[in-house]
Structures are given as structure tokens and as C-alpha cells.
């Protein structure tokens, strides 16, 4: 038979990974798909630039256009990033009953609605795998492996940058900004690496996670987001006093008839599999009450990881395209008219832990005042740390664990904290989450 055509948008790192791995693995790609699979086209910013990867045989073009309107393209993989043209190069690609392979998260998590609408209407296949924690089939998994549960809670290390720059803090005390810079080097990196660093990117994996997760609708809007730039080695030495590590948490988590969605740096006890997961690995921790706890670990960015996702779902869809398209699995796991609108809880209403970072003049009565704060709003305290005062500092750093409390609360604690004319800097807050 006849091999599948397929049309590369982008010919950087996941694209030049996309086009090796298919060459390497060709024979065993047919195998599994019961064809070949060929990239015929690709476009990319300078067709004429010199690339890691064998282009021999492929039409270039610098007009993503041309490859998408190619009469001989049967599936488009987009991989350039960005949602404003690839919004509308994969509406068109639809338009034109093509189906579409794509990496990007911020696509699917700000476009994906309509994307999808349009492809059911169309009767074609937008397959995202590569979009979440790079090489690991986390989509498979939740909308087809736990199908018959209902998900609980999830919680990842969804950001293979974010994770590597935590990990070369702690274990090389390595600076933000060198880690970050080698990790863009390595091209893990967003091309506006803010997206790793300020928790957008996880965030855009967040929404399709939970979107597939509770059947509810993409709504990027409505996530928390906090990023890892005001982490510093401190935070990182005393987490590890008390036994924690800190990382980039994504969770989404449904209770009350109410989902939580957030992003930000979390404590977590050093013991869990998940405070292990170092450099630019991810892992996905999801709870269903069928199967109780699972865990997904693999890499989460870089060349071949992710094309090894997005040439599964260059399989998946030669598989299928010849299949009636009302028996294929739904784009986001549940029938489109089953899909449930659930409220997106308010972040004043989520209850966790905490790790609080003062500074305070050291004088009797300061840790006092602090622990009655805490006590009239019931937040009860787990630990607290006392440092010893730097050489010529007139103040010290104090670190304190809570029990879980309501955000709302500890807001307010913040608030009446900082306001002691004891309190000589902003309080530094890191959630702190058990993961049980
Ligand atoms: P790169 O920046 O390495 O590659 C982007 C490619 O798109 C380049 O080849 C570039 O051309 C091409 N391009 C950019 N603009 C245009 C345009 N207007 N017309 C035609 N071609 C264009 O990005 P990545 O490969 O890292 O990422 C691609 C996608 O995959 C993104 O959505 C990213 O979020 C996602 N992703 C990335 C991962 C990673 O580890 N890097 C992991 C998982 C997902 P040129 O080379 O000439 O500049
Ligand atoms: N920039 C992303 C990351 C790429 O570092 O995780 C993978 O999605």
C-alpha cells in the first residue's frame, strides 16, 4: 500500500525530531500502522538554513500555506508554536477534511473548542499528545486507559524547563538565569521562555488535562497560574530541612461538584516518587476512584521525546482515518454533547498547606505575635524554623508549616503579618500539598 503524506508545519527541534524519528523507526512505524508514513512538504521561517535532520526528499517552503493546500498532504502536523497563524493554518487543514497532528498546548488550550468543533463537524482527527509532558502518553492514558473511572485529582510536573532550573538550583546551586539559558540551548524552552518560568505553559497543559480528565470544557482562563522566578536557593535549603522539595505543581482536582485548577511552585514531602522526578523529566500523578493512585513519568521536552508523541499520533490516525469517524475516540475523551460545564472553584476557596518565609527583628515577643495571628484565625502550625541571624542583619529568617487551611485565611494572615512593624519584608508563601 501506498505510504500516508503527510505535511510538517515547522522544522525545528520537535520538527527535525519528528522527521528523524520517522526515518529511523520507518519499518517499524509501518508495522504498527499498516502503512508507511512519509513527510512530503514542510515549511519553516528559512527553508535554505542548514538542519539537524535529512530533508532529502521533502518539498521546503517558507509558506506554512503551500504545505497545508498541497493537494498530495493527507495529515497536517503542525509544530511551529504560537496560536494566532497555527489557529488558522489547522482550521484550514480541517476546512480542507485533513487530519491534524499537533505539540502545541497553547493552541489547544486557548483554540481547542473550536478547533475541535470544527473537526467533529469535518470528520476528521486533531491528535494533541505531543502537546502535554512531551514523550509521555499521558493523553492515552487518561482518556483511554482510566476510562471507566472517575478521575479524582490529578497533580504534574508538567514542565520539563521549569523542572530542570529547580533541579540544578538544588543540586548544583546553579543560578536561575544559567540554568534557564542552557535550557534553551537545549531547546526545552518556550520560544518565550516567560511561558516556562511563569507557569503559562503548564498552565496551558493543565487546562487540556482536566479537560479530558472531568469531561469539562477547555478554560485556560480560569487556571491559577504562579511561576518559579521568585524561587530562591533559600526557599530550596530550607525545604529540604524540613524534609520537602519543591516543585512546579500543575493539580486539578474535583470535589463539591467544583473544580480546582491551579499552577505554582508546591512543597512536597521528599518521600513521594513525584518529589524525585529531577531535570527536564515530568510526571503526572492521576487518582481515579476505580484504579486509586497511578503515576506517568518520562521526559517532558526535547527532540526526540516529543516527536516519539507525535508520531504515535501519526500512527493512531493512519489507523483510523478510514473508520467511520462517529466510532473514533473523542477529541477530548467524553462525547462532545456529553461534555459538563462544572464551575472552576475561586482560588479563596482552595485549602492546602503552607510554607511561610519571614524576616523579623530578632527581640522577644515577634514569633508571639506571629503564632497569635495564626492561632485567631485557626491556622494551626506544623513547624517553625528558626534561622540564625546573618553576620551584621538586624533581622532573621523564620520558616513556618501550616496544617491546611482556606486561602481566603491565610490571605488575611499574610496580610496582618506583614503589617507588624517587627516584619521587616513581604512573607514569602509556597503551598504545600501531601499528594496522599
Ligand atoms: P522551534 O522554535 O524549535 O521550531 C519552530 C519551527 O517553526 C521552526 O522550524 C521555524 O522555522 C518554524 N516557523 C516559525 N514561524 C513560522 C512561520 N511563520 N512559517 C513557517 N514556519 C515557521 O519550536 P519547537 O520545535 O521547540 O516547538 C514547536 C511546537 O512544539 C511548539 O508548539 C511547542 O510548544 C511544542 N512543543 C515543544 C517541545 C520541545 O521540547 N521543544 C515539547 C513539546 C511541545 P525556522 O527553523 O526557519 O526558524
Ligand atoms: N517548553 C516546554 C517544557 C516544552 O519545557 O516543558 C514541552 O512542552
Redesign the pocket.
Known amino acids: 500500500m501506498e505510504p500516508v503524506k503527510v505535511g510538517l508545519?515547522?522544522?525545528?527541534?520537535?520538527?527535525c525530531g519528528t522527521v528523524d524519528v520517522l526515518r529511523r523507526n520507518a519499518r517499524e512505524i509501518a508495522r504498527r500502522a499498516g502503512r508507511g508514513i512519509e513527510v512530503v512538504a514542510a515549511?519553516?521561517?528559512?527553508?535554505g538554513?542548514p538542519r539537524p535532520c535529512d530533508t532529502r526528499g521533502i518539498r521546503l517552503t517558507?509558506?506554512?500555506r503551500v504545505v497545508v493546500e498541497d493537494p498530495e498532504v493527507e495529515i497536517v502536523v503542525e509544530?511551529?508554536?504560537g496560536d494566532t497563524?497555527t489557529r488558522e493554518l489547522v482550521l484550514r487543514a480541517i476546512e480542507l477534511g485533513k487530519h491534524v497532528v499537533t505539540?502545541?498546548?497553547?493552541?489547544i488550550a486557548l483554540h481547542g473548542n473550536e478547533i475541535f468543533a470544527q473537526a467533529q463537524e469535518r470528520g476528521v482527527m486533531v491528535a494533541f499528545e505531543?502537546?502535554v509532558a512531551?514523550g509521555i502518553p499521558i493523553i492515552k492514558a487518561i482518556r483511554e486507559g482510566l476510562a471507566g473511572n472517575t478521575i479524582l485529582w490529578l497533580a504534574g510536573i508538567i514542565n520539563?524547563t521549569g523542572n530542570f532550573i529547580l533541579t540544578e538550583m538544588r543540586d548544583k546551586g546553579r543560578s536561575f538565569e544559567d540554568v534557564l539559558a542552557e535550557a534553551q540551548r537545549l531547546?526545552?524552552a518556550?520560544?518565550d521562555p516567560t511561558f516556562d518560568v511563569e507557569g503559562i505553559d503548564a498552565a496551558h497543559k493543565l487546562t487540556i488535562l482536566a479537560s479530558i480528565a472531568f469531561g469539562i470544557p477547555l478554560q485556560f482562563k480560569k487556571v491559577y497560574t504562579e511561576g518559579i522566578s521568585g524561587i530562591t536557593q533559600e526557599d530550596v535549603a530550607y525545604a529540604g530541612e524540613l524534609g520537602y522539595r519543591i516543585k512546579h505543581l500543575g493539580i486539578a482536582r474535583r470535589s463539591n461538584g467544583a473544580v480546582e485548577l491551579r499552577v505554582h511552585p508546591t512543597l512536597i514531602p521528599q518521600r513521594r516518587l513525584i518529589a524525585n522526578v529531577d531535570g527536564v523529566m515530568n510526571a503526572v500523578l492521576v487518582t481515579g476512584d476505580a484504579v486509586g493512585p497511578t503515576l506517568y513519568y518520562g521526559a517532558g521536552?526535547?527532540?526526540d521525546p516529543?516527536a516519539s508523541a507525535v508520531v504515535a499520533d501519526l500512527v493512531d490516525v493512519v489507523r483510523v482515518m478510514t473508520t467511520d469517524p462517529g466510532n473514533r475516540v473523542p477529541h477530548l475523551a467524553f462525547q462532545p454533547d456529553a461534555i459538563t460545564d462544572l464551575p472552576i472553584r475561586s482560588m479563596d476557596d482552595v485549602e492546602t498547606a503552607y510554607y511561610l518565609r519571614l524576616r523579623a527583628i530578632d527581640r522577644p515577643g515577634v514569633l508571639a505575635d506571629v503564632t497569635r495571628i495564626l492561632g485567631d484565625l485557626e491556622v494551626s502550625i506544623e513547624a517553625i524554623l528558626q534561622k540564625e541571624p546573618e553576620p551584621g542583619a538586624r533581622d532573621v529568617p523564620i520558616v513556618l508549616l501550616t496544617h491546611r487551611t482556606i486561602e481566603r485565611r491565610m490571605n488575611t494572615a499574610i496580610r496582618e503579618i506583614e503589617a507588624l512593624p517587627t516584619i521587616t519584608a513581604p512573607v514569602r508563601r509556597i503551598r504545600v500539598e501531601s499528594l496522599q
Open positions: 508545519l515547522g522544522l525545528g527541534t520537535v520538527g515549511a519553516a521561517r528559512d527553508p538554513r517558507d509558506d506554512a509544530l511551529i508554536g497563524l505539540a502545541n498546548k497553547a493552541l505531543a502537546a512531551g520539563g531547546g526545552y518556550e520560544a521536552a526535547g527532540a516529543t
